[in-house]
């Protein structure tokens, strides 16, 4: 089955506690993409990666780092987590850059909370 | 700076009945539309897309239109049911080198029995 997998669905951690969130897609996507979903905020994109070993910031990259190691993988990392990193974290992939013929499939979503 | 604002934020509605939602956008130079369904600790799912040409797309008793000209969309959902209840999130992509995506808030339905 096609999908986007994410790791930990749900994750409590401690202020300055390293973690990573992985991603893994299996549909040989060019594109991958993390976001954080806020109440009253929306949808706002972290990081995002083009191909292996390209990767860009988005709108709010601060706190976050991510690799693209291999095709089908896109951990996001947090050095030192802090409470306003507490969030709803989604992960998506597409064929190549999202448009109107490329689909962008989000995963399941993974809750994070620092304490 | 490219925004995208949906209305109304919330909505309650009967199971059975219709319903539209709002998306008006700034994004500039625009190159599509898409409308998307996320359930409650689900990810998005897509449910249209329209591009500069386009002025409605259905899926199922989901319809979506676009004015390119005044920049907004809605999208209609006829005859709801209770699995219609999520947020429906507007996302519009900028026609350039790097097809930036600007997300709107969205809005929550509830569609009671």
């Known amino acids: 089955e096609a999908q986007v997998t994410q790791n930990p669905r749900y994750l409590i951690t401690v202020t300055g506690k390293k973690l990573t969130v992985t991603c893994s897609q299996n549909m040989n996507h060019e594109y991958m993409s993390w976001y954080r979903q806020d109440p009253g905020l929306g949808l706002r994109q972290i990081y995002y990666s083009m191909n292996v070993e390209v990767t860009d910031k988005g709108d709010v990259p601060e706190g976050y780092k991510v690799s693209r190691k291999e095709k089908r993988n896109f951990p996001l990392i947090l050095e030192s987590p802090s409470p306003n990193q507490t969030s709803l974290y989604f992960c998506?992939?597409?064929?190549?850059?999202?448009?109107?013929?490329?689909?962008?499939?989000f995963g399941p979503g993974t809750r994070l909370t620092v304490l | 700076k490219n925004q995208v604002e949906q209305s109304p934020q919330s909505l309650i509605i009967l199971e059975g009945k219709n319903c539209t939602l709002q998306?008006?956008?700034?994004?500039?130079?625009?190159?599509?539309l898409r409308w998307y369904k996320q359930d409650t600790g689900r990810g998005p799912v897509s449910l249209t897309i329209m591009t500069f040409s386009e002025n409605t797309k259905s899926n199922g008793r989901y319809t979506a239109t676009l004015d390119a000209d005044t920049k907004q969309s809605s999208l209609h959902i006829t005859a709801s049911q209770l699995s219609d209840s999520a947020s429906y999130i507007c996302v519009v992509s900028e026609n350039n080198a790097g097809n930036m995506l600007t997300f709107g808030g969205g809005t929550r339905l509830m569609v009671k029995p």
């Open positions: 998306c008006n956008y700034t994004v500039s130079p625009f190159s599509n």
């Open positions: 998506a992939s597409s064929l190549s850059w999202p448009s109107s013929y490329n689909e962008q499939f």
